[in-house]
């Protein structure tokens, strides 16, 4: 996996990772969606979810929450 500033593996579930974004933690996963490859949601909130058809273009998203 490529190194990004917000994003890295779960140290607890496999296939999972972990990402930083708006203040938020996000749960990231692939996805069958046709919205995008992977599947990103607030630990805290389900319904805040984010799409993306790869991890630099979801890494993006997440930075964009912080400006």
Do not use: C, P
């Not at 996996?1 to 933690?25: C, L």
């Amino acid at each position: 996996m490529k190194n990004y500033h917000n994003i890295e593996k779960s140290k607890f579930r496999r296939g999972v990772y972990i990402g930083y974004g708006g203040g938020k933690v996000w749960n990231i996963r692939k996805s069958t969606s046709s919205y995008g490859n992977w599947f990103a949601h607030n630990i805290n909130d389900y319904n805040d979810q984010l799409f993306a058809f790869g991890l630099d273009s979801l890494s993006q998203k997440l930075s964009n929450l912080n400006s």
